[in-house]
């Protein structure tokens, strides 16, 4: 049966994204890629505050409000009125939520730590009747990789979620996406493991984000670098899609566009 997938574009506002072309760092650059995006057919477009790659250092939530404030209102005058686009913001602070909400209004929350770096986080997105996505991560991007144990990681990150759906009930959330977190506090062998056990997700009745997208799962494994990790990344993009993915993140949207169009068509 064919199932509505969508195809999240990554545009990031950090300058040390690990993927060199996904990021703007001035308004030109910024208009480039969101225009780019749509031509391509984004579903939704995730703009980055900062960056969560492996060994990244912390960025205050006044310097990702001081990174994406310049584009608000080119945002919500150019983008969001003209456009049917849906907008995410990848942050872990409410606060940066709610000015952003302040300034464009409704927007989807992509929150890599799934509330654990802001106590206020699901309070704030309750309040304000957000979306929101919710990964799976051990520590933070600059502890993750060695936090990578588990009993099994295909049930340790299920029961995560498990666990999650309390604490985002107490708020009112009953509406959320999951991310098994691809790259966070995985290893290559985790990240495969957790890939070919994702239909096992369906029991959690969400839709399924999974991030691959030129990846050092990828990459290391075939000794290659994120600039020549295209071909593979729509490899796995096409058995995630199989293993019941609803979403994919994405740095290369038009190819991302192209392996939902094969995957619908072996649907039918």
Do not use: C, W
Request: charged share 25%; glycine share 6%; no cysteine.
């Amino acid at each position: 049966m064919k199932r509505n997938v969508r195809v999240m574009g990554i545009l990031n506002l950090s300058p040390d994204s690990f993927y060199e072309a996904s990021r703007a760092t001035s308004e030109s650059e910024f208009r480039d890629g969101m225009d780019r995006m749509i031509a391509s057919g984004a579903d939704i477009i995730d703009i980055g505050l900062f960056s969560s790659r492996p060994g990244a250092e912390y960025v205050s939530p006044e310097e990702q409000f001081a990174r994406v404030e310049p584009y608000l209102q080119i945002l919500r005058d150019e983008y969001i009125s003209k456009s049917n686009i849906e907008l995410s913001f990848d942050t872990t602070s409410s606060e940066v939520v709610l000015r952003i909400y302040d300034s464009i209004g409704p927007f989807i929350v992509n929150d890599i730590s799934a509330s654990a770096e802001d106590d206020d986080m699901l309070k704030r997105v309750g309040e304000l009747s957000l979306d929101y996505i919710a990964m799976h991560m051990k520590g933070d991007p600059r502890t993750m990789q060695s936090l990578a144990q588990y009993d099994s990681v295909v049930t340790d990150v299920i029961d995560f979620f498990k666990q999650f759906e309390e604490r985002a009930s107490r708020f009112g959330i009953n509406n959320y996406i999951i991310d098994p977190g691809f790259g966070f506090s995985k290893t290559i062998s985790q990240n495969y493991e957790l890939l070919a056990h994702l239909d096992e997700f369906s029991t959690l009745n969400r839709e399924i984000l999974v991030g691959i997208s030129r990846k050092s799962m990828i990459y290391k494994l075939l000794g290659t670098s994120p600039d020549d990790a295209l071909s593979a990344t729509s490899a796995l993009h096409l058995y995630a899609l199989n293993k019941g993915a609803s979403i994919l993140r994405v740095h290369d949207v038009r190819q991302a566009k192209e392996v939902v169009s094969l995957y619908n068509a072996l649907q039918q």
